[in-house]
């Protein structure tokens, strides 16, 4: 049969010999091929129409990323301040005046001597913060649960041993006393619930070292050495992390380096700048959060291949932007922020950098389903689900469910003062603004007057003065060449050169400058001895009256000290705690235990603990105590006392090794030894050690946690038994 041709001819049937019948206008076919043509063609159709709703959702969620990124900036430009606010940070950071005061300073042809106050307390403060965090306690722990608990083949254990015993009084004539088994059931119990609890301790202990070895390696430690400088500049300071990134690692086998891609936990300083969120929320933990990157070309080849990303759209940003980069997202402070860091303007982008949003926050069902996840992921399209979104241009290089457990994104924010009912804060450079703006137009002021009076003025007649004379020229034994006007008599005549001395009060700024440092010490609870000042008087002549006054002012910094707990060491362990619970196949973490921060414990409690510890030491050197306490009590004290001096070697051995020691004999009059004979002199090893622990012959329950000793108390036996 005939047909119209349509747009791309139908294939020949293959029992239709190609020749004369496919040449000219018309093409004959059959209608099971027409058929099969017009199927396939509407198939074609069906799926560019696919592909193309496919972009428009791409770019409406690329959309929704873009606007909530814009409603932030412009709030954080224009309605708050804010950025304003950290230029102003940067300055004091940088000893740099603001362009309209410079400018102004230089029109006055006046010195441009910056008096760098803030910066001064700033150093200050986080290098007593730096000792609370970063010294050689950790600032956190993880603590046991009160209540461990008991096991129910523990509780059926102890049953059985009980019926046991019992079984066997009853057996050997014995009468049976119900207070006693009731007392000896109790018994057994609270001796395996402190055995579970010492258990609990030393899981608990294990399970801390292996989430240090995790920051450690995850450059927490470091991150967090940064946001420190952070919080005492800007009115923010965030830390971001436990982020997941696929990094090589060198593994040896058979003497030869064999690299593998392993995942890995990272914590790092999020920029202020970098950092947007939604308006109006008391916490950011409560709203949306943006942070702009800034990626190299080798960032996104490492992308490819990854598990959650689009390689398509990935390949379609390195084809688009792979050469000569992507500055997008600009902020009105990108410029000078720039300058004040001595990086490339972004304006510029000579090396490339590829810009990208990652957005943490609320997105509808219905984009998250057009964007390809599935319904088991969005169970309800109308409902908002919490996503993580890197956008790069318009492409949506990876969407994700936030993975954390809790819904919360991982940037974890203080202040060094906080606002109640907002995030942001204020900083040192807000408090101080004032006295540095004083400090400086005073030392600005004195450095202009010594140069005045550093020598004297000079008045020139430039009408007397010869014309072989340069007045501009003064040196040392000049010789002045002068006419003299006929018309004036000498007597009244004004010699053609004078000098005169201005004045210097310098004894009068100096005082005026002296005032309002002491000033910025008050507001700043920063005092000048912090940061190595000689010039004290009263109780800061002493050693000890300096070191009761540098434990004034560490208590002055709790405050601070209790922000960083609570925004930011607190948020981010439980964070990872969460992560490593979803992920720990080790069995080493129990799932009950607590995350104690100890910051401001620390900055309180160091010393005097330390010099406690020492007079505890030296107090119960005696016989009695050591009587009391045993090698056990003792070994204790000595390790933390150790352990604090900072001695992290094993000085004092293992429990169990001074246990065995004593129960193969140690000296004579070494607690825990077996006691002499007064009679003998010799010691007696059959007798029980003076300490109260078990001797050689006892036997221990170590399933129980408790000593067996003799049957139930009160549970009579025949004579003989």
Request: glycine share 8%; hydrophobic share 40%; with cysteine.
């Amino acid at each position: 049969m005939a047909s119209a041709i349509p747009s791309v001819p139908p294939p020949l049937p293959a029992n239709i010999p190609a020749g004369p019948l496919s040449t000219g206008v018309l093409r004959i076919t059959t209608p099971d091929a027409l058929t099969t043509f017009e199927a396939t063609k509407k198939a074609a159709e069906a799926a560019a129409l696919k592909a193309k709703t496919d972009d428009v959702v791409m770019s409406e969620l690329a959309r929704h990323v873009n606007t909530q990124w814009e409603m932030m900036r412009n709030h954080r430009d224009s309605a708050s301040g804010w950025s304003e606010r950290m230029l102003h940070a940067q300055r004091c950071f940088n000893g740099q005046y603001d362009p309209t005061q410079l400018a102004a300073i230089r029109q006055f042809k006046g010195s441009e001597v910056y008096a760098r106050v803030i910066a001064l307390k700033a150093r200050g403060a986080t290098a007593m913060l730096r000792e609370v965090y970063l010294g050689g306690d950790r600032p956190w722990g993880l603590e046991a649960t009160p209540d461990p608990g008991l096991p129910e083949d523990m509780l059926t254990t102890i049953a059985q041993l009980v019926d046991m015993e019992t079984q066997n009084v009853l057996r050997l004539g014995g009468q049976l006393d119900l207070n006693a088994l009731r007392d000896r059931m109790t018994g057994l119990i609270g001796s395996a619930r402190r055995a579970a609890k010492k258990k609990a301790k030393i899981e608990a202990k294990t399970a801390e070292d292996m989430l240090d070895d995790l920051l450690v390696e995850g450059g927490f430690y470091e991150a967090l050495m940064a946001v420190l400088t952070d919080l005492s500049y800007f009115p923010l300071a965030c830390l971001k992390g436990p982020v997941v990134r696929i990094v090589p690692d060198i593994v040896w086998r058979d003497g030869a380096a064999v690299t593998e891609n392993r995942a890995k936990l990272f914590w790092n300083r999020v920029p202020p700048f970098d950092l947007y969120f939604t308006p109006g929320v008391q916490g950011i933990a409560d709203g949306d959060v943006i942070e702009k990157l800034r990626l190299t070309r080798a960032d996104l080849n490492d992308l490819l291949g990854l598990p959650g990303y689009r390689e398509e759209s990935i390949r379609q940003v390195l084809d688009d932007f792979g050469s000569g980069g992507l500055s997008a997202w600009n902020d009105s402070t990108d410029t000078e922020r720039a300058q004040g860091e001595s990086r490339e303007s972004p304006q510029t982008n000579r090396s490339g950098l590829i810009s990208c949003l990652e957005y943490h926050g609320s997105v509808q069902g219905k984009l998250l389903r057009d964007y390809g996840m599935g319904t088991d992921e969005i169970p309800d399209e109308l409902r908002d689900y919490s996503v993580q979104v890197w956008l790069i241009d318009r492409h949506v290089i990876k969407a994700q469910i936030t993975p954390n457990p809790r819904k919360r994104h991982p940037y974890y924010v203080t202040s060094f003062e906080k606002v109640p009912g907002t995030p942001v804060g204020n900083a040192l450079p807000d408090i101080l603004a004032d006295i540095q703006d004083v400090c400086n137009a005073t030392l600005r002021a004195l450095v202009n007057n010594q140069a005045m009076a550093s020598g004297p003025q000079v008045v020139v007649d430039e009408e007397r003065l010869s014309v072989l004379e340069d007045g501009d020229e003064i040196y040392p034994w000049k010789r002045w060449r002068v006419k003299s006007d006929p018309l004036v008599p000498q007597s009244q005549a004004n010699p053609p050169i004078s000098f005169f001395q201005p004045n210097s009060n310098a004894n009068e700024l100096l005082q005026v400058y002296s005032f309002f440092t002491a000033q910025a010490d008050e507001l700043s609870a920063i005092p000048r001895y912090l940061t190595g000042s000689d010039k004290l008087g009263g109780a800061g002549r002493t050693a000890s009256g300096l070191a009761m006054l540098m434990g004034n002012a560490s208590k002055i910094l709790q405050m601070v000290a209790s922000n960083v707990d609570n925004d930011i060491i607190k948020q981010s362990l439980q964070g990872l705690y969460d992560m490593v619970m979803l992920t720990d196949q080790t069995g080493k973490f129990r799932g009950d235990e607590a995350i104690r921060v100890r910051g401001v414990e620390v900055a309180v409690q160091r010393e005097t603990n330390r010099q406690r510890q020492i007079e505890l030491l030296q107090a119960t050197m005696n016989p009695i105590d050591m009587q009391i306490m045993g090698l056990p009590g003792r070994a204790k004290i000595l390790r933390s006392v150790s352990e604090n001096v900072g001695i992290t070697d094993d000085i004092v051995p293992p429990e169990e090794d001074m246990m065995a020691n004593a129960l193969q004999g140690a000296p004579p009059g070494v607690p825990g030894a077996p006691p002499v004979d007064p009679e003998t002199g010799q010691q007696t090893p059959g007798m029980a050690p003076a300490t109260g622990q078990p001797s050689p012959t006892g036997s221990a329950n170590m399933s129980l946690g408790v000593q067996e000793g003799n049957s139930m108390r009160g549970m009579t036996q025949p004579t003989g038994a």
